[in-house]
């Protein structure tokens, strides 16, 4: 992994989320994607796991954590989520897995998934998911370190700003 690409990378996040610029391809590093505080772009996060299938919800079910909505299509994925919400918030806050791994911060598209160990992996394109598959236990490593550099930036900037850094203004997409 470049460690200067990293480092810049985290460097141009923490700017973005100061206010200091706009964004492009690169995003700031918020915990979950969230758009207008809705998270996953309105996806229902368990229907991943038990259907199968990215499947945009309505408005009918919604619950509110961590500061952000979380939508569904149905009571029982709501209720499922309830019981256990870190077991269906995406890995890397929702950025594309891929594009961390090659040390870029990248907003996904939730139609783009694939879950592994129990861990629901979204990517910014079919492109980016076709070359995460090709090796992927290294692919995931790298983007699991790259995420560590990134989170003490959300610790600091939790603690500066004395709220939940979910809430800050949504990076726009590409």
């Known amino acids: ?17 100061l206010g200091f610029g706009g964004c492009t391809k690169t995003a700031e590093p918020s915990a979950v994607m969230n758009v ?9 996060p368990v ?16 619950y509110t954590y961590s500061n952000l909505n979380w939508n569904f299509v149905s009571q029982a994925n709501l209720e499922a989520f309830k019981s256990k919400p ?11 897995a ?5 040390g870029d911060l990248v907003l996904s598209d939730p139609r ?18 076709k070359e995460w598959f090709r090796k992927i236990d290294s692919m995931t490593s790298k983007a699991e370190e790259a995420w560590k550099l990134l989170n003490p930036v959300h610790e600091e900037k939790f603690e500066e700003i004395g ?6 203004a949504s990076p726009q997409k590409k």
Request: aromatic share 20%; charged share 20%.
């Open 98 to 102: 891929y594009n961390l791994a090659e």
């Open 112 to 129: 783009y998934w694939y879950i592994n160990d129990n861990k629901l992996y979204l990517f910014e394109d079919e492109d980016a998911k």
């Open 163 to 168: 709220d939940s850094f979910m809430n800050a």
């Open 47 to 62: 229907s991943y796991f038990v259907s199968a299938k990215a499947v945009k919800a309505g408005t009918s079910y919604v």
């Open 36 to 44: 207008n505080e809705t998270a996953l772009d309105g996806y229902d």
């Open 1 to 17: 992994m470049n460690f200067t690409k990293i480092m810049i990378n985290t460097t141009l996040a923490a700017v973005m989320f």
């Open 86 to 96: 870190n077991s269906y918030i995406p890995s890397f806050g929702g950025f594309c």
